[in-house]
């Protein structure tokens, strides 16, 4: 009987260890900002595609300053997160100038934009964003919303 009490005592050990690793950890981005602060979204024009999907564009450059001192050495993946937006659903496409991956997200979602050891202190990097949206998008300007998440290995 206490053999079994133990395996199962074990079990549930590892699955909280588990659970509570598959938890993203938000990281603190809050020194991190868009040039220019909004973006103006303007219409694509002639090159817009005829059903209206990404018909306007915007381009800012995004300084990106994530603290990561609270998983500083631990190995994962960091993840950029593309609030939902209440209007029109938004495409961001970036590239990096080194540190971060180059990629894609769409509202709603998140993408990795770096694997391996969290570096202590600060992780720094300057991406180059193109966002589109389609023809529904209420107004000519609006703050992009987005966050950092770890997840560890």
């Known amino acids: 009987m206490m053999p079994l009490l133990r395996w199962f005592s074990i079990a549930a050990m590892l699955c909280a260890i588990g659970s509570a ?11 991190t900002h868009t040039v220019p602060p909004n973006a ?4 694509r024009g002639l090159t817009a595609p005829r ?4 018909a306007m564009e915007a381009w800012v450059r995004v300084n990106v300053r994530v603290d ?6 631990r190995s994962g993946k960091l993840y950029l997160v593309l609030d939902r937006d209440e209007s029109s659903q938004l495409e961001a496409t970036w590239t990096s100038q080194g540190k971060l991956l180059a990629g894609r997200v ?7 934009v770096f694997v391996g ?37």
């Open 51 to 54: 059903d209206g999907a990404a």
């Open 21 to 31: 690793m598959a938890n993203p950890i938000r990281l603190d981005d809050s020194l």
């Open 40 to 43: 103006q979204m303007q219409w």
């Open 68 to 73: 990561t001192r609270p998983v500083a050495n």
């Open 117 to 153: 050891t969290m570096p202590d202190g600060t992780l720094e990097d300057q991406l180059l964003m193109r966002l589109r949206s389609g023809a529904d998008w209420q107004a000519s300007t609006r703050r992009l919303q987005f966050h950092f998440e770890f997840d560890a290995d």
């Open 106 to 112: 769409t509202s709603g979602e998140r993408t990795v």
